[in-house]
């Protein structure tokens, strides 16, 4: 037998160590004993998956079953998530998935376009080889974005598509800023779970690949445009799903009147 005609490609070695600056992506509130964090991290991926949903009421004997903890634990975890604003503590109540209004998404963001403005800037402006390296690992990581919604798993996609933006700020570098826009992603998916219906709320793949170009190419300025246009097509669509979808929520809080 001979051996198939086709040359044999030199596959170049695939570092199995993750780049050190994704190392901050990992959710480690202090304070938390190892499974607690655990515990923690798993209520997070619930929210951002959509699948824990706004104004779900937390019951700490069904969380301590379903975590093998104890209530004790389940108490402290919860305070925790209260401080990240994705639970809120009622007295004598309970504790409920938090429900962010409007002038909370105005806010969240205002702020989440400074900090992403800033990561995509001073990711263009690094290094030749540290900017490729990184853009190489977006590139995979759009690649699953897209093989997500090819198969029609919303939860990845959705998931997926959060966490591309926290790659980023990681990859920026700036801890604290990382830290906060976690929080911030995690309240825009209860945002969009909460006011919206629609599906066209979610990053575009496309959106996402011309930014990284952006960035490759080492043009801050055409970076900072494409994030907020980005940014922006997020925004329209959730205050548009507000008017649509909670026109009493919407007159509450003296947003103006829906178009039509
Ligand atoms: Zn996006």
Redesign the pocket.
Known sequence: MTVDGKPRRRRKAVTAVEDPALAGLALRPPGLTAVEQEAFRKLVEAIAERRLLPGVRLVEEDLAGIFGVSRERIRRILLVLSQHEVVRLEPNRGAYVARPTYAECRDSFEARLLIERHVVRALAILGPARRRMIISHLRRHSAEEERAIALGDRAAEIRL?GE??LKMAAFAGNRRLLRTLQDIVSQMALALAAHTRAHDLD?SIG??VALLDAIEAGEPDQADRLLSH?LAHMEAALLRGIHDGDDSLAAALGAPPAAG
């Open positions: 598509s591309f933006h990053c959106e996402h980005h």
